[in-house]
């Protein structure tokens, strides 16, 4: 046994042996890094420390391998390296490392699209608490996440990694997630500050924004994540925002994110950097992410000729450190590598179980009762897809398909057909790796099933399920023919299997496993079922079962709206769907720049507001029980109001329901949409005949509308209606609240 000073000097060593930081400050007599120290340190850095902290680096070199990027260490002041990975749908990391048989696998969480489909902030929270406790057990300070970029249109490839089209739920449940990754100490970098919503030439696009369609549309769910949600870390996008590219636009990160919203956190680039470094990190860009000695020399450069002051640069340093000391490599945090895979694959099977969006249910098709014989279509139920691809991407250690994830619930598959696809997508597997390329991503090839193959099955099986596959990624938007579009092969597959079932009296679900809005008007109705699970994460297909099966009743909606056709969206016209690369490059519509000329029309605020049909709309979704409404009470408070509503189950089985608070303006303000969501709530899950009254809170700030003219956020004074809806289409109850005095919030 140790006696008492030989104990400490064990201490003392294993201390010296574990932070080489610590270590090398020591030993240099200088100091080391403090929360109550940073000014002293900063006095101590020499420029080109000051500049290297700035420029962060690619993934060689960092103490976790194989994440998105790291900021450098200055070992003789304490200050350690810290390191950045992706995000959105889990953590990034390559799942083997070069001389270690041991695996690092993250879970695969549910996409963005289907987290803001469970309009249940508390459930995102408890499923980001598990996400940054993997981040911390694998040595990550900053998870890349999330991606809340607005779904102006469905083509965007990265929408799936976003929330909504509507900026309210975007920024709570950004908010929501943003609490439970950080909750386990490590931070978050809300991305891509701002209007970054194509792929296409996404590092040049100059997105055109009107500035009432920025501030209510762009930038009012970044603003709702960094008030409610405090991030340590905004992630400035590639694009230019009105002429100016948003890393190096100071009214964008200086004006509006600090002194407007009060944002205290750090500001990194996404990653590269373009030219004028300078200029950048005087817009309010404190890292340079992931850079190299280019950006540091022309740092150093702008310092040497007073372009960027000494006091500028120092500013921006302190916020570096003061990000420093928060993370756990700072705080030397012994991760384990050994995160709780386990029990996070169940945290991601219930988020994916409780999010996920029933679209159609003819006749009580579901829930089956678990012992028919199921005739399983479609190449997508073998290869499922958890999550989307590019940055986006997780390495887990497997996805369950749907063909698993039904046996498992105690389904009876039909096994011709399953083997049938497993062999043809073992054969395009091997196609593939012949010729070293990717299928085209977008979807597998859809094999064709003959109609006699179909009657032999539909006289086999109780039920047909059809699952259809999307997916997209980081560098490519969607495309209309296709993709948006279901391809030949898949409405050949769906009208065969509906004819043939629905003959002998039998009935078809569709399973839509996509990663963006797809077209469904014109053959939803041939169908009985539609279950909309997006990409829900590595667990995501056992959910799906949970919900085929009645064991988990659905009570997602849907966070956008499914349009009847791709031209009746109001950014159409104005979306590259048909991008033409062959004008002269800096005045290619859609690709050089893109006018948003749809405004603040954008979604539902269009549909309902022009009164155009929808498949559809925002806020819809079913489930296996029926709620009822009571009478909204609405009590005035100090500023704004807040509304109580009772809802009821009415129906036979235990459920949930999202109680949408859309407010309708009185006329004498700016023009606005028909009515705008101002406030959502999720009831408990309720047991027949239960009761659960929701409590909605609104202030005067949120009813405003931005105005140009004055440059001034604007409330008029007058009775403003409140509709209590199942969706932004099925306005249940509505009541009314009076603004006495108009109010105004002048922008700086
Ligand atoms: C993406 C970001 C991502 C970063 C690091 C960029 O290309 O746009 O979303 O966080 O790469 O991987």
């Known amino acids: 046994m140790f006696t008492k000073p030989l104990f400490l000097i064990g201490i003392l060593i294993a201390t010296l042996q574990l932070c080489p930081q610590v270590a090398s400050a020591q030993q240099a007599g200088s100091i080391g890094l403090r929360s109550d120290n940073i000014d002293q340190v900063l006095k101590a850095m020499t420029t080109a420390e000051k500049c290297s902290l700035l420029v962060g680096d690619a993934a ?131 991305k891509h500050f701002a209007a970054n919503n194509q792929e296409t030439n996404r590092l040049e696009n100059d997105a055109r924004v009107s500035e009432r369609a920025l501030r209510e549309i762009y930038l009012k769910n970044f603003e709702i994540a960094v008030k409610e949600g405090h991030p340590w870390t905004v992630m400035s996008s590639y694009n230019k925002l009105n002429g100016e590219y948003t890393q190096q636009n100071h009214r964008l990160l200086t004006t509006i994110l600090r002194n407007e919203w009060g944002f205290g956190g750090l500001v990194m680039t996404d990653w590269g950097c373009k030219d004028s470094t300078a200029k950048a990190v005087k817009a309010g860009n404190d890292l340079l992410m992931p850079g190299n000695q280019r950006e540091r020399d022309r740092l150093l450069a702008a310092v040497e000729s007073g372009a960027l002051t000494q006091a500028h640069l120092d500013q921006v340093v302190h916020r570096v450190l003061e990000y420093i000391v928060k993370t756990p490599h700072y705080r030397k945090y012994p991760y384990s590598n050994r995160p709780d895979l386990q029990t996070h694959a169940q945290v991601a099977r219930r988020a994916a179980a409780e999010s996920i969006v029933l679209l159609r249910n003819e006749k009580e098709t579901l829930p089956l009762n678990g012992g028919e014989n199921v005739a399983l279509y479609g190449i997508s139920s073998v290869d499922f897809f958890g999550v989307g691809t590019g940055s986006g991407f997780v390495h887990t250690s497997h996805v369950a398909n749907m063909q698993e994830a039904l046996e498992a619930t105690g389904f009876k598959l039909d096994q011709d057909l399953t083997n049938y696809y497993r062999h043809l997508y073992a054969l395009q597997l091997d196609k593939e790796r012949m010729e070293a390329s990717a299928i085209d991503k977008r979807h597998r090839p859809e094999p064709e099933v003959t109609v006699k193959a179909i009657e032999r099955q539909a006289q086999a099986n109780d039920v047909a399920i059809i699952v259809l596959g999307r997916i997209a990624g980081e560098g490519a938007d969607r495309v209309f023919h296709d993709d948006f579009q279901l391809t030949a092969p898949e409405r050949e597959l769906i009208q065969n299997v509906s004819m043939v079932y629905h003959k002998v009296g039998k009935r078809v679900v569709v399973v839509l496993n996509i990663v963006g809005v797809v077209e469904t008007a014109s053959w939803k109705e041939l169908v009985d079922a539609i279950i909309l699970p997006w990409a829900p994460g590595q667990e995501g297909a056992h959910a799906v079962a949970d919900i085929i099966k009645g064991n988990v009743n659905p009570s997602g909606k849907l966070p956008m709206t499914f349009p009847v056709n791709y031209m009746d969206l109001p950014s159409a016209t104005n979306f590259p769907y048909r991008w033409d690369m062959s004008g002269k490059k800096g005045e290619r519509r859609g690709v050089d720049f893109t006018p948003y000329e749809e405004g603040i029309w954008v979604g539902y605020r269009h549909f309902i507001t022009h009164d155009i049909a929808v498949s559809y709309p925002f806020g819809y979704g079913l489930s296996y029980t029926t709620f009822d409404y009571g009478q909204p009470k609405v009590k005035a408070g100090q500023d704004g109001f807040t509304a109580t509503i009772t809802v009821t189950n009415t129906g036979n089985v235990p459920g949930r329901e999202v109680v949408q608070l859309y407010v309708s303006a009185p006329a004498g303000g700016l023009e606005k949409p028909h009515y705008e969501l101002k406030a959502f709530a999720k009831t408990k899950t309720l047991m027949p005949g239960e009761s659960d009254t929701l409590s909605m809170t609104v202030t005067a700030y949120d009813l405003a509308s931005f105005n140009e003219s004055t440059a001034a956020w604007e409330t008029v004074a007058g009775t403003y209606a409140l509709l209590f809806g199942a969706s932004a289409t099925d306005i249940r109850r509505t009541t009314h609240y009076k603004v006495k005095k108009a109010k105004a919030w002048p922008i700086i």
């Open 60 to 190: 060689i070199g960092a103490a976790v391998p194989n994440v998105a990027g790291y900021t450098h260490a200055i070992p003789r002041l304490g200050i350690p390296q810290t390191v950045l990975s992706d995000g959105p749908a889990g953590v990034r990391i390559s799942p083997t490392r070069q001389g270690s048989s041991q695996t690092f696998y993250c879970t695969g969480f549910p996409v963005g699209t289907l987290t803001a489909s469970s309009w249940d902030p508390t459930l995102v929270e408890e499923m980001t608490r598990a996400m940054g406790s993997e981040a911390l057990e694998y040595g990550v300070d900053v998870l890349l996440a999330p991606g809340m970029n607005i779904h102006r249109n469905p083509l965007c490839g990265r929408n799936f990694e976003y929330f909504s089209e509507d900026p309210l739920l975007s920024g709570r449940i950004a908010a929501a997630y943003v609490r439970g990754v950080q909750s386990q100490g490590v931070g978050c970098s809300v």
